[in-house]
């Protein structure tokens, strides 16, 4: 099986060192045609506006919601999950295209500025568990969406407690914000996953085993791959110290 990893910006050569770690093979994707004889596409983190513009420019955005209508999977990483939202609120001015599919509202810069990335660590919800490894897994956050809104069809795999006032989100109508509820920040419906966080950028890669690799067949050896990685996975101490960059005020970025 090939997988497909969009690579016109951000964090793509770190899902394909996953990708080829698991002994899948991995597809660079900038072209249409390069979709083609795929088993299913990762979206990586980066800049969503950018990442949108060029997938425009080389003639993209057509040809990845065809392959998504398709029905292969396709996992989309913090700016991958705003493509992947049939809408999106607090964008740049003249918004941006989005892919869709998603019943759900992505907060583009819920957490704030890049200055509030963070790590902590997470409950693994049943699918993610039953692979094997790790109860919890750990979930790094850079300057990263969230989910303030999902319709009754989409699966709820992962939620963050945000304090109020703690956010960095600034929009109306952000209940989650506002009660100091959990905000949702990974996501399944149908053929499509989608996280908030970046699971390419630490040792745990159950997360391409929920869309990227079919149960049975070449997916018995990779599986003990993933359970190894899963157990060697730091444990997280103290969440409650991030964002790391809370207290850097004194920093001044031009």
Same mark, same amino acid.
């Given at each position: 099986m090939a997988v497909g990893v969009? %690579? !016109? #910006?951000?964090? $793509?050569?770190?899902?394909?060192?996953a990708l080829r770690k698991l002994g899948v093979e991995a597809v660079e994707v900038r072209k249409p045609e390069q979709l083609?004889? +795929? &088993?299913? +596409?990762?979206?990586?983190?980066?800049?969503?506006?950018?990442?949108? /513009?060029? @997938?425009? #420019?080389? /003639? !993209?955005?057509p040809a990845l919601k065809d392959f998504g209508i398709s029905g292969k999977p396709i996992w989309g990483t913090c700016a991958g999950l705003i493509f992947l939202a049939d809408k999106a609120v607090g964008q740049k001015i003249?918004? #941006?295209?989005? !892919?869709?599919? +998603?019943?759900?509202?992505?907060h583009r810069n819920y957490f704030g500025s890049q200055l509030n990335s963070f790590e902590t660590e997470l409950p693994a919800p049943p699918a993610l568990?039953?692979?094997?490894? &790790?109860?919890? $897994?750990?979930?790094? $956050?850079i300057r990263a969406p969230a989910i303030v809104n999902a319709g009754p069809n989409v699966e709820v +795999? @992962? @939620?963050l407690n945000v304090p109020s006032g703690e956010s960095g989100a600034s929009s109306p109508g952000n209940e989650a914000e506002? =009660?100091? =509820? /959990?905000?949702?920040? %990974?996501?399944? #419906?149908?053929n499509l996953l989608a996280t908030a966080f970046h699971p390419e950028l630490t040792g745990d890669t159950r997360w391409l085993f929920m869309k990227m690799v079919p149960k049975g067949g070449k997916a018995d050896v990779p599986v003990k791959a993933v359970e190894?990685? @899963?157990? !060697?996975?730091?444990? $997280?101490?103290?969440?409650?110290?991030?964002p790391v960059f809370r207290d850097a005020s004194f920093l001044v970025f031009e």
């Open positions: 969009l %690579a !016109l #910006q951000g964090s $793509f050569k770190e899902h394909i060192v083609s004889g +795929l &088993s299913g +596409l990762i979206i990586p983190g980066g800049e969503s506006t950018t990442m949108a /513009k060029l @997938a425009e #420019q080389y /003639k !993209l955005i003249g918004g #941006q295209a989005l !892919l869709g599919g +998603l019943d759900c509202t992505v568990s039953e692979i094997g490894g &790790s109860e919890n $897994f750990r979930a790094v $956050f +795999l @992962a @939620a506002d =009660q100091g =509820q /959990k905000v949702i920040v %990974a996501v399944r #419906q149908g190894e990685s @899963a157990s !060697l996975i730091r444990p $997280f101490t103290d969440p409650k110290d991030l």
